[in-house]
C-alpha cells in the first residue's frame, strides 16, 4: 500500500483558506467580506474558525465586535494561502486554449484593437481581466499581478516592467510624463525646475511608477535648495480625482501620457473644462527632452504549449499600439532608482 506523501487537515480547503484572503483583502470586515463572496457572516466566522483549529500555531484573527482584523501569523498563512490558490487556479488552466490577459484600463483602446484583430484571423481564446486603478503601485502590481502570472492564474500582463524569475518581458512602447497646465499660457514643455518652484502638484501616490520618475529624476537632476520646495498639494491613484481639483484651481496634475489621455479635450472623459487646459511633457530642463519610461508586456517565459498563442497576442498589441501612435521618445531615466534598464533592456 503506496504511504500518502502529503497530510493536509480535512478542514484545510482552497474554499476556506480563500475566505481568509478575502477577509485579509477586505481589512478584515466580516461584512464585507461575507458579501464579496457571497456567504453569510456566519460562514466567514465558521470557516476562519475551522482553520484556526485545523492549522494550529496560534489564532489567525483578532476578534472584535464585527471585525477579524488578521494577526502577524495569520499574515503568513495568508501570504501562503495566495501563492497556493494562484497555483490552484494556473493548474485547473492546464490544457486550456483559453489565454487570460489582465491589463489596467488605460490599456483598453489597445486591447480591443489587438483582439478584434485576433478576432479576425486567429481560433484564440482570449479571457481579459481589467486591472484595478491600485494596481498601478509597484508593490500591489508584483503581489497581485506579476505572482499570479509567475504561478499560473494569468497568461499575459501588460504595464510595469520586471525582471521576475520566469517571466519574460516584450516592448509595446514607452510613454511620457505631461502636466495638465492652463492652454492659455501653456508652454510647449515644463522643465523640473519651473514645475517644482511654480506649481502645487497634484500626483499618484509615491510608490506608483511615475511618482517613482517624477521623484528620482527631482532628486537627480535639481539642487536640494529647490527640491525643498516641492509642494504635493493631493496624492489619489485616479486621475479623474486629480484633473476635477485642477479644474477647480488646486495644483497642476503630472501623470503618464497613457494616463492622461481619455481626459484630454475632445476625448471620452475630458468634460467641458478639458478645452481650458493642455497636456505638456515634463521635461529634464529646458532642452525640451521628455521623462519615460517603458510599458511591457510580461508572459512566462516558457508558456509550453500556450508559447506560439502568446507570441501572436504580443504581436497584436505591438501592431494596435503601432497602429494607434501610442508612445514617444525621449529620456529613458536611466539614474532613476527602480527605473534602471537591465541589460536585455527592460526595467525593473
Given at each position: 500500500m503506496t504511504e500518502l506523501k502529503y497530510k493536509i487537515p480535512d478542514r484545510v480547503t482552497l474554499d476556506r483558506l480563500a475566505t481568509l484572503v478575502a477577509l485579509?483583502?477586505?481589512?478584515?470586515?466580516?461584512?464585507?467580506?461575507?458579501?464579496?463572496?457571497?456567504?453569510?457572516?456566519?460562514?466567514?466566522?465558521?470557516?476562519?474558525?475551522?482553520?484556526?483549529?485545523?492549522?494550529?500555531?496560534?489564532?489567525?484573527?483578532?476578534r472584535t465586535?464585527?471585525?477579524?482584523?488578521?494577526?502577524?501569523?495569520?499574515?503568513?498563512?495568508?501570504?501562503?494561502a495566495k501563492e497556493l490558490l494562484e497555483r490552484a487556479s494556473g493548474l485547473a488552466r492546464v490544457g486550456r486554449k483559453e489565454c487570460t490577459v489582465a491589463f489596467l484600463p488605460q490599456h483598453a483602446h489597445i486591447v480591443a484593437k489587438a483582439m478584434k484583430e485576433l478576432t479576425r484571423t486567429t481560433d484564440i481564446l482570449l479571457r481579459l481581466e481589467v486591472l484595478a486603478e491600485h494596481h498601478r503601485s509597484r508593490v500591489g502590481f508584483e503581489q497581485h499581478v506579476l505572482a499570479p502570472l509567475a504561478h499560473g492564474a494569468l497568461d499575459l500582463v501588460i504595464g510595469l516592467p520586471t525582471t521576475g524569475k520566469g517571466l519574460a518581458t516584450r516592448p509595446l512602447y514607452r510613454t511620457r510624463l505631461v502636466a495638465m497646465v492652463p492652454r492659455r499660457n501653456a508652454p510647449e514643455h515644463l522643465p523640473l525646475a519651473r514645475l517644482v518652484r511654480e506649481h502645487k502638484l497634484l500626483v499618484p501616490p509615491a510608490d506608483t511608477r511615475s511618482r517613482v520618475l517624477l521623484d528620482g529624476e527631482i532628486e537627480a537632476h535639481i539642487p536640494a535648495e529647490l527640491r525643498s520646495r516641492k509642494h504635493i498639494e493631493?496624492?489619489?491613484?485616479?486621475?479623474?480625482?486629480?484633473?476635477?481639483?485642477?479644474?477647480?484651481?488646486?495644483?497642476?496634475?503630472?501623470?503618464?501620457?497613457?494616463?492622461?489621455?481619455?481626459?484630454?479635450?475632445?476625448?471620452?472623459?475630458?468634460?467641458?473644462?478639458?478645452?481650458?487646459?493642455?497636456w505638456v511633457p515634463v521635461t529634464v530642463d529646458e532642452s525640451g527632452e521628455p521623462l519615460t519610461?517603458?510599458?511591457?508586456?510580461?508572459?512566462?517565459?516558457?508558456?509550453?504549449?500556450?508559447?506560439?498563442?502568446?507570441?501572436?497576442?504580443?504581436?497584436?498589441?505591438?501592431?494596435?499600439?503601432?497602429?494607434?501612435?501610442?508612445?514617444?521618445?525621449?529620456?529613458?531615466?536611466?539614474?532613476?532608482?527602480?527605473?534602471r534598464r537591465d541589460p536585455q533592456g527592460s526595467q525593473e
Open positions: 485579509h483583502d477586505h481589512a478584515g470586515s466580516v461584512a464585507d467580506t461575507a458579501g464579496a463572496i457571497k456567504r453569510s457572516e456566519s460562514s466567514v466566522k465558521n470557516h476562519i474558525r475551522e482553520l484556526e483549529q485545523d492549522l494550529g500555531g496560534g489564532h489567525l484573527v483578532v465586535n464585527g471585525s477579524m482584523p488578521i494577526t502577524p501569523h495569520g499574515e503568513e498563512i495568508v501570504r501562503r493631493l496624492e489619489a491613484y485616479g486621475t479623474k480625482v486629480l484633473t476635477i481639483f485642477a479644474y477647480e484651481g488646486h495644483g497642476t496634475v503630472v501623470a503618464p501620457e497613457d494616463i492622461a489621455q481619455p481626459f484630454m479635450s475632445d476625448k471620452a472623459f475630458g468634460g467641458s473644462p478639458a478645452a481650458d487646459f493642455a519610461h517603458r510599458v511591457v508586456v510580461t508572459m512566462p517565459a516558457n508558456a509550453g504549449q500556450r508559447q506560439r498563442d502568446l507570441e501572436s497576442i504580443v504581436k497584436a498589441l505591438q501592431d494596435a499600439s503601432a497602429a494607434l501612435d501610442v508612445g514617444t521618445d525621449g529620456h529613458s531615466c536611466n539614474r532613476t532608482p527602480g527605473l
